[in-house]
């Protein structure tokens, strides 16, 4: 198997799927803010916090999580 | 009160239950960062003060509840607050007990909620005659604070020495921002930064991967493995019944000495509480099994003494939670300021009312939910939800508030902020002394520019 995982806060991830969610969230996030009316503050959080779910969304359909999950065995 | 702003409290509290819910459950998701933006976004849509609190006050019973879960079971902490009981609950999953044992925390963490509402509404009630003496002097109030939250830290001499350079980081950044016309001279920035603080840590060690070398040291082959705990039989829901006497009486004492402590960092706190009952009990098992219980009631108390005491009683973020996770309650402005917030919009009557209500409900549900249901939402979100993206989501959240606070000269000033402020973390500075030294500075730099 090749090396292509890191270790951050406590599980692993993929560096460039890492790279490519950020880039995803991070797009879908700020042009959601930016196409919400531009005087309304609170209208441009709630956008921007759809576009941060909206792309969470999507980067959990394109990638799986590098967990290997096990059930304990019974005693 | 009509019975419409009744209802919409009952419902904001169930959102918040169903919200924070699935994000305590997910490895990782910092508390901050998942309860401000949220509250925030509440505050400044215009929400009535009275549902906001009561929303608040839920998410954060109800993130404490499932923080742990993750935790127990499969010994990821579901966030900062429960990586202080990372190393019992990884002992406990060991000996086959973790299944059994967060049946125990949730039950405790329930009995935290209890003992937590009466005895800091109380405390607060007694603190509010001594409020309009003590409100002139914040200012000074945040310096103490700073220089206090260093001399218990661990690191007492780095985190004085680190108070200064801090705080001449945020003005510096605030009076670069007047002087090149970013933000008009009357607007201060503080969510974004407070953000940067937060967030310092997971963008230091992002920034150190950007060096091939030490990615390329770093690269590992193998997935994480993970182990969850086989069920067990258990339909008692009582949480009286399911703790033992001692249990509870080590939990309660916990939980009550903390809310008199609100000023202490909570995850402070959690671990010396939890750690000085725990050692009580010599054989490794008890120890590790009866240090969790206690952290899981403590970790409840210091959230909501740390928010109902400052709010209630003074209206000035003087603890830690006030200051972090609970900072869109104090000042988020135009809508809250630190001359007008919820502590000036709601009486006693109210603020209990919101308190008690958002408790209960989140309470009953989240509790019933767990106890039920914890391994099958743990495997749910472990089979699902990428690391990655959790991650990234945190920095795009980052990216948005910077963006608002001050455009995009800002991401680069909240970058600076995480940068600097996620070394000193790595380096010992804890978040309480970040925090304070950020609403310390302004007076902080008067002083020492004017002198005395």
Not at chain 2, 275 to 292: C, H, L, P, Q, Y
Not at chain 2, 372 to 393: C, M, N
Request: proline letters at 5%.
């Amino acid at each position: 198997m090749s090396k292509n995982r890191i270790e951050i806060w406590g599980d692993t991830v993929n560096p460039k799927e890492l790279v490519l969610s950020i880039l995803i969230i991070s797009t879908t996030t700020m042009s959601a803010h930016l196409i919400a009316p531009a005087d309304n503050r609170t209208m441009g959080l709630f956008f921007g916090l759809g576009g941060a779910v909206l792309g969470f969304l999507i980067t959990v359909k394109l990638f799986k999580p590098k967990r290997i999950i096990q059930e304990e065995e019974e005693v | 009160m009509d019975a419409s702003i009744l209802i919409w409290m009952v419902l904001a509290a169930m959102m918040a239950v169903m919200l924070y819910t699935f994000i305590g459950f997910i490895p990782g998701t910092d508390e901050t960062s998942v309860l401000l933006p949220i509250s925030l976004a509440l505050v400044l849509s215009g929400v009535e003060p009275i549902i906001i609190l009561t929303f608040f006050i839920a998410s954060i019973v109800t993130l404490n509840l499932t923080n742990t879960m993750p935790t127990a079971l499969v010994g990821l902490p579901g966030g900062v607050m429960s990586s202080a009981m990372i190393e019992h609950s990884i002992h406990i999953k060991a000996t086959g007990k973790a299944a059994e044992t967060i049946k125990k925390m949730a039950a405790a963490s329930f009995i935290g909620v209890l003992i937590s509402v009466p005895v800091s509404l109380t405390l607060a009630h007694l603190l509010t005659p001594f409020a309009e003496t003590i409100q002139p002097f914040a200012p000074w109030l945040f310096i103490i604070g700073a220089v206090f939250l260093s001399l218990i830290s661990r690191q007492k001499l780095l985190s004085l020495f680190s108070i200064l350079p801090l705080a001449m980081l945020f003005q510096s950044l605030r009076h670069l921002y007047w002087g090149l016309n970013v933000v008009p001279e009357n607007t201060t920035i503080t969510v974004s930064f407070f953000l940067g603080i937060t967030i310092g840590p997971l963008l230091f060690t992002l920034f150190r991967l950007l060096n091939k070398d030490t990615l390329k040291s770093a690269l590992i082959s193998s997935d994480k493995t993970i182990t969850l705990p086989k069920d067990i039989q258990e339909k008692r829901l009582n949480p009286f019944k399911i703790l033992d006497k001692e249990e509870r009486k080590h939990l309660s004492i916990g939980a009550l000495i903390v809310n008199a402590l609100f000023v202490l960092s909570p995850v402070g706190l959690t671990i010396l509480i939890g750690e000085t009952i725990g050692k009580r009990f010599k054989n490794r098992d008890d120890n590790a099994r009866m240090s969790v219980i206690t952290m899981s009631g403590v970790i409840q108390a210091t959230y909501l003494s740390g928010i109902i005491i400052p709010l209630l009683a003074l209206g000035i973020p003087l603890s830690p939670v006030a200051l972090g996770p609970g900072a869109a309650l104090f000042n988020a402005p135009p809508v809250l300021t630190l001359d007008n917030n919820l502590h000036h919009m709601l009486g006693f009557g109210e603020f209990t009312l919101a308190v008690v209500l958002g408790a209960l409900i989140a309470l009953s549900i989240s509790y019933v939910l767990i106890s039920r249901h914890a391994k099958t939402i743990t495997r749910f979100i472990l089979d699902h939800i990428p690391h990655e993206s959790v991650l990234a989501l945190f920095i795009a959240f980052i990216l948005l508030l910077a963006f608002m606070d001050a455009g995009l000269i800002n991401i680069f000033g909240v970058l600076l902020i995480g940068l600097f402020c996620g070394a000193l973390n790595k380096m010992g500075v804890n978040y309480g002394v970040q925090f304070m030294s950020l609403y310390a500075a302004p007076h902080l730099l008067n002083l020492i520019v004017g002198g005395f």
